[in-house]
């Protein structure tokens, strides 16, 4: 998703290309690569060129980071268990395997970003997108998901 609002910043900031492709060049190059593609900076940006598209992409994103993207109680205690035995206390982290509530969760998710880039994109590619009638699938493919 970030590779996604990196594009359709870029697509409507060409003047910012620059900026990203040189951010090993220097110190200076890399703090301003910092502070102008942080994500909040990124997903506000979508939320003024399509507020429905940033909704669904800012409420996956912060999925994301709950469940797993960067570490916190919740990423750790909803696969965690927890045994007890004589002089021991055993903790596995059952971590996408099996048919558990946290794989169910990690396939739509995924699914739900993919077909969220998918809009992202729409907005760089619009032409593209209606010639091949891809904006049609688009909208069938978001049911249900």
């Not at 996956?60 to 797993?68: A, V």
Request: glycine share 6%; charged share 30%.
């Amino acid at each position: 998703m970030e590779n996604a609002l990196y594009g359709i910043y870029q697509s409507r900031h060409p003047e910012n290309c620059e900026t990203w492709l040189l951010r090993h060049e220097s110190r200076e190059a890399y703090q301003k690569i910092r502070r102008e593609f942080t994500i909040r900076k990124l997903l506000n940006f979508l939320k003024e060129v399509d507020d429905k598209i940033y909704q669904s992409a800012n409420s996956l994103y912060e999925r994301t980071i709950d469940y797993g993207a960067h570490p916190n109680e919740r990423a750790l205690t909803s696969n965690l268990r927890q045994t007890k035995g004589e002089g021991y206390i055993k903790f596995d982290l059952n971590y996408l395997t099996g048919n558990t509530p946290a794989l169910h969760l990690c396939l739509r998710t995924n699914a739900q970003i993919g077909v969220c880039v998918l809009f992202i994109f729409r907005h760089v590619y619009r032409e593209r997108y209606d010639i091949l009638g891809i904006s049609d699938m688009l909208e069938k493919l978001k049911k249900g998901l």
